[in-house]
């Protein structure tokens, strides 16, 4: 069984930044593809990033790119989102997942695809 637990969101204003971080427990973290999603509210849970096994290779939705970045550390099972130049549309709650049983390049930006979620954690951008 896999635990994924986040870290690092909170209320910054807008311009502002932050960096998520998503420590897994359980399980080899370094076989596990990793993403990150956010559900703002009333609406559907959608991709943000996703990075491959060794981190060499990642994704990114278009409303992010250039603004965030995602990393992992294999040695410390942890996986990382940093924020920058935030807006109030970013607001939403993040969810890492671990996708368990891909292949070391795959990078995956659907949901149903991941089998472990994190408890989600608050990022609220105020303008």
């Known amino acids: 069984q896999v635990q994924l637990v986040e870290s690092g969101g909170g209320l910054v204003q807008a311009g502002g930044s932050l960096r998520l971080s998503c420590t897994a427990s359980g399980g080899t973290f370094s076989n596990y593809g990793m993403g990150w999603f956010r559900q703002p509210p009333g609406k559907e849970r959608d991709i943000v990033a996703a990075?491959?096994?060794?981190?060499?290779?990642?994704y990114y939705t278009d409303s992010v790119k250039g603004r965030f970045a995602i990393s992992r550390n294999n040695a410390k099972n942890t996986v990382y989102l940093q924020m920058n130049s935030l807006k109030p549309e970013d607001t939403a709650v993040y969810y890492c997942?671990?996708?368990?049983?891909?292949?070391?390049?795959?990078?995956?930006?659907?949901?149903?695809?991941?089998?472990?979620w994190g408890q989600g954690t608050q990022v609220t951008v105020s303008s």
């Open positions: 990075i491959n096994w060794g981190g060499g290779r990642s």
């Open positions: 997942a671990a996708q368990v049983g891909g292949s070391y390049y795959d990078l995956v930006a659907t949901a149903s695809q991941y089998d472990y």
